[in-house]
């Protein structure tokens, strides 16, 4: 777990606001325990803990769904967690600091205009279909086919070198039997009994 960095780094984010969030109430508690400010950094930094684990429980987990592995759904899902929950922590300060004047919803509005524009573009677009798999394995075949042609060509090469060497070796050889040949025909016998005149 701890070799991932992207686990590495939302522990950081956790680890950080922990520490944080309590030294706040610390010095809260200590300089204006009558004045509670602390639970605000809690609430709106709690949020973004939130939202970055939920990116990354929905990049880890290994399901096959669209949302788990297109990398725009994610996106998508990722944007609307957040702005689910950054309107919910808006009505709960707008219902408790003011409560006579509503203001949270332009919030609500605007941004939801704009997670509405990424759903469509997201969902609505069409999606280019995937190539059939006759196609997929005939492009195969063509790569792996010009992959294989420099090697065929210089096995070739070398089958012709080493015959080419062959035939040349085997023609000196040749020679060389009929040059033997021809020397020993012409030579003179030295064996040859001497011939013997016996007197008459």
Same mark, same amino acid.
């Given at each position: ?11 950081? @984010? ?5 520490? !944080? ?18 639970? +605000? ?8 803990? &939130?939202? @970055? ?25 990722? @944007? ?22 509503? +203001?949270?919803?332009? !919030? ?9 524009? %990424?759903?469509?573009? !997201? ?12 196609? %997929?394995?005939?492009?195969? %075949? ?5 992959? &294989? ?15 080419? !060497? ?10 060389? %039997?009929?040059?033997?040949?021809? &020397? ?17």
């Amino acid at each position: 777990m701890f070799k991932d960095l992207s686990m590495r780094i939302f522990l950081g @984010h956790l680890v950080a606001y922990v520490v !944080v969030t309590a030294l706040c109430a610390a010095v809260n508690l200590w300089l204006s325990p009558g004045m509670l400010w602390f639970p +605000w950094v809690l609430i709106g930094w709690g949020v973004a803990v &939130a939202v @970055h684990a939920f990116a990354l429980l929905l990049r880890k987990t290994r399901r096959r769904e669209r949302i788990f592995i297109d990398r725009k759904a994610r996106a998508f899902a990722v @944007h609307l967690f957040a702005y689910v929950a950054v309107v919910l922590v808006l009505l709960f300060v707008n219902l408790t600091v003011t409560p006579k004047v509503w +203001w949270f919803y332009w !919030v609500a509005l605007g941004w939801g205009a704009g997670v509405l524009a %990424q759903g469509a573009c !997201v969902f609505l677009r069409k999606r280019k279909a995937p190539a059939s798999a006759a196609r %997929q394995a005939e492009v195969k %075949q063509v790569e792996s086919k010009s992959e &294989a042609a420099p090697q065929a060509r210089a096995a070739e090469a070398k089958a012709e070198s080493l015959m080419r !060497v062959q035939r040349f070796s085997i023609s000196v050889l040749e020679g060389r %039997q009929g040059s033997s040949r021809r &020397a020993a025909c012409s030579a003179p016998e030295t064996g040859s009994p001497a011939l013997s005149i016996s007197p008459s």
